[in-house]
């Protein structure tokens, strides 16, 4: 996504934060953060994190290490699902989105299962230091 390109980790954090902040408080909203709000209304998991008034949740590590699953890099994931199926990018992945929605009856559930084939397939594209094999990818999303 353009619009992340060159932003800290902070920063971009700080857009979850803020974007939830306005939903809540029905403050006007962009675009983008309206996307952000409703893939955090998904998650009241979330909710106290984004809401507290803590400086350390912008630049905490959350690490598998310690038991930890990054609730940022997640909500991350989900707009990216919903770009991909917006735009048929890689092609073919709307298909599967459709079919996996029609199986599961849950728009949110099927997200969930094709967040688990982007982040293995980002994660072996950055082991490999290359860009993410689509075909592999597709395949992957297929077998759900």
């Known amino acids: 996504m353009p619009v992340f390109h060159d932003q800290g980790r902070a920063s971009l954090r700080r857009m979850y934060v803020e974007a939830?902040?306005?939903?809540?408080?029905?403050?006007?909203?962009?675009?983008?953060?309206?996307?952000i709000a409703q893939v955090v209304e998904l998650h009241p998991e979330f909710h106290a994190m984004l809401e507290a008034t803590d400086p350390d949740v912008l630049e905490r590590d959350f690490t598998p290490a310690a038991g930890q699953s990054n609730p940022f890099l997640h909500l991350c994931l989900h707009l990216a699902i919903r770009e991909q199926v917006g735009t048929d990018r890689p092609a073919g992945v709307r298909a599967v989105h459709?079919?996996?929605?029609?199986?599961?009856?849950?728009?949110?559930?099927?997200?969930?299962?094709m967040i688990e084939c982007l982040g293995t397939a980002?994660?072996?594209?950055?082991q490999a230091g290359r860009p993410p094999d689509d075909v592999a990818?597709?395949?992957?999303?297929r077998k759900l």
Do not use: N, T
């Open 137 to 141: 990818y597709l395949e992957s999303l």
């Open 98 to 113: 459709g079919a996996l929605v029609r199986r599961l009856g849950d728009v949110h559930a099927a997200e969930h299962r």
């Open 20 to 35: 939830w902040r306005k939903r809540r408080e029905s403050l006007p909203i962009e675009p983008l953060e309206d996307q």
């Open 122 to 126: 980002l994660w072996q594209a950055q």
